[in-house]
């Protein structure tokens, strides 16, 4: 029995086969071939493009995949969305599907768009946007560079943005939010009744968010004198409970704690004023809280 899991080919490939090196697996893949290899004999891959993924999930040519919720939503498919993963991008934060026109023109609101014509890779999901603020609107597909085609070849756009830096840099502004997404991985229904597979796929997801998880940490170590073990306790985050051991000089303890990057600057320096040796700071491949 083997679990057959889509990865997605395209700008998310490289991201995603290096999250699961990080997790532990080893995908290899081959420009001849839509099938690559991984160092687990009870999966099969194969590359899907992220706005087909949810179909082949739903029709169960695939038991799992990772894709958009947006690509989700525009396919309308009904698959089980089992964990958000949120990766490759320039921030931690959603991406949106945003409704965008010329900077300072005609168009203020969704309502202004009556008659008009938009321009957008996400077509069922604009005409929905539409249909729920009861506005009638030509809904163009658009291959790509969506941002140039305004107000030549489109009143406006819906389009994908995180910062909204491409969309200003062509004298564009948001004038609503279509809809909030994040990569997913979404799973079968019907494979969810199947107790091996989804032991199989709840291992993963550990294994990926954990891979995750640890973007964000790192391990510091450092060696304290005993008097001083308190006061250097007192500096890291009060959440956090560090492993002490024992060192041969019994006037000294070893000290190790996992913390965020982003507080590790300030804690280095004053444990360092307090007195601390030996302080190494190390990356995690894995981190499960």
């Known amino acids: 029995m083997k679990l057959r899991v889509g990865i997605p080919k395209g700008s998310l490939q490289d991201a995603t086969i290096d999250l699961f090196k990080n997790a532990g697996?080893?995908?290899?893949?081959?420009?001849?071939?839509?099938?690559?290899?991984?160092?687990?004999?009870?999966?099969?891959?194969?590359?899907?493009?992220?706005?087909?993924?949810?179909?082949?999930?739903?029709?169960?040519?695939?038991?799992?995949?990772?894709?958009?919720?947006?690509?989700?939503?525009?396919?309308?498919?009904?698959?089980?969305?089992?964990?958000?993963?949120?990766?490759?991008?320039?921030?931690?934060?959603?991406?949106?599907?945003?409704?965008?026109?010329?900077?300072?023109?005609?168009?203020?609101?969704?309502?202004?768009?009556?008659?008009?014509t938009i321009a957008t890779e996400v077509v069922n999901l604009s005409k929905k946007y539409l249909a729920e603020h009861g506005v009638s609107a030509k809904v163009e597909y658009s291959y790509g560079a969506t941002e140039v085609k305004v107000p030549h070849l489109a009143d406006a756009i819906i389009e994908i943005t995180e910062t909204g830096s491409s969309l200003r840099a062509n004298n564009l502004e948001i004038i609503d939010t279509v809809l909030?997404?994040?990569?997913?991985?979404?799973?079968?229904?019907?494979?969810?009744?199947?107790?091996?597979?989804?032991?199989?796929?709840?291992?993963?997801?550990?294994?990926?968010?954990?891979?995750?998880?640890?973007?964000?940490?790192v391990g510091v170590m450092f060696n304290i004198k005993r008097d001083k073990l308190e006061e250097a306790i007192k500096i890291l985050p009060p959440a956090k409970v560090p492993t002490v051991s024992n060192l041969m000089d019994s006037e000294w303890a070893d000290v190790f704690v996992v913390l965020r990057k982003a507080v590790?600057?300030?804690?280095?320096?004053?444990?360092?004023?307090?007195?601390?040796?030996s302080i190494v700071e190390f990356p995690l491949s894995k981190f499960i809280e």
Request: hydrophobic content about 40%; charged content about 30%; some cysteine.
């Open 25 to 116: 697996y080893k995908i290899t893949t081959s420009s001849r071939s839509y099938f690559p290899t991984i160092d687990d004999p009870e999966i099969e891959c194969m590359l899907i493009r992220a706005q087909e993924m949810a179909r082949y999930v739903e029709s169960g040519i695939l038991d799992i995949g990772i894709t958009g919720h947006d690509w989700v939503v525009e396919n309308g498919s009904d698959v089980v969305e089992m964990t958000e993963l949120q990766y490759a991008k320039a921030t931690f934060n959603k991406v949106r599907w945003v409704l965008a026109a010329k900077e300072g023109g005609e168009i203020r609101s969704v309502k202004d768009l009556e008659g008009k």
């Open 180 to 217: 909030e997404t994040t990569t997913v991985l979404i799973a079968n229904h019907k494979m969810q009744d199947d107790s091996w597979k989804m032991d199989k796929v709840e291992r993963i997801i550990m294994l990926l968010q954990s891979a995750l998880e640890s973007r964000n940490r």
């Open 264 to 277: 590790v600057r300030d804690i280095i320096p004053s444990l360092n004023a307090l007195g601390a040796q």
